[in-house]
């Protein structure tokens, strides 16, 4: 019945799950975006509202990010030298 419940684990089927809160890939903002939960079970992650794999989501993450330090690099950095 609460707010934000998580689903049970895809692999092992367990519900001794919890909400991922820091990823190196992600910092504290991509898991939460994600919903990124990982199974203390067999530590698979996951998304926790869908069930499923977050891997594409974390690329696409990746790739946003990597783009937008890219930009702001050239922004700053630019080379009008
Ligand atoms: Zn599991």
């Known amino acids: 019945m609460a707010a934000g419940t998580l689903l049970p684990c895809p692999n092992c089927q367990s ?3 919890y909400s991922v809160k820091f990823t190196w890939w992600g910092g504290v903002l991509g898991p939460k975006m994600l919903n990124h939960t990982q199974c203390t079970n067999c530590n698979t992650t996951y998304n926790g509202k869908t ?3 977050n891997t594409q989501g974390i690329v696409v993450y990746s790739l946003v990010i990597f783009a937008v330090v890219f930009l702001l690099y050239f922004l700053f950095f630019g080379g009008l030298t």
Do not use: E, R, Y
Request: net charge positive; charged share 15%; glycine share 16%.
């Open 51 to 53: 069930g499923k794999s």
């Open 15 to 17: 519900t001794a799950v």
